[in-house]
């Protein structure tokens, strides 16, 4: 499985869980249009795969690499809205993606990142490291 299917493939699995799960809820992936945060609504989810570094696994005439990363998912909500709704949305996927295989890749435990809260919106998420390779 190669970078860019991996990428494919877990961010069809996100679209597939929001639509069944959070259908209102608005998901903004990596390098794509720039939410309007005028009209965007009180909650939306921002999701990335982090690349982080590679190993090799095997030499050879073939030799196999290993890459490290992982899949950033961060919600996004009003400051003063409460916390019940994103925690909910952080919970219910990283409960589809972490600790299981996707193709070639095992996904780890989840890693809650620190909330942080900038220009009216709190932010909270998780890092869900993983292996591809």
């Known amino acids: 499985m190669t970078s860019e299917e991996f990428r494919a493939a877990v961010f069809a699995e996100i679209r597939d869980w929001a639509a069944a799960s959070f259908p209102t809820l608005p998901v903004i992936y990596e390098n794509g249009p720039v939410p309007d945060e005028d009209t965007i609504g009180p909650v939306w989810l921002d999701v990335e795969i982090r690349w982080y570094e590679g190993s090799v696994a095997a030499f050879g005439e073939t030799p196999r690499t290993r890459d490290f990363g992982a899949v950033s998912l ?3 909500y009003k400051t003063g809205e409460g916390t019940r709704v994103p925690g909910e949305i952080i ?3 990283s409960s589809l993606l ?7 890749a095992v996904l780890d435990a989840r890693k809650r990142t620190v909330p942080t809260n900038l220009l009216g919106w709190h932010k909270t998420g998780v890092l869900i490291p993983f292996t591809l390779g």
Do not use: D
């Open 91 to 93: 919970e219910s996927v």
């Open 98 to 104: 972490q600790a299981r295989r996707i193709g070639s």
């Open 74 to 76: 961060a919600c996004f």
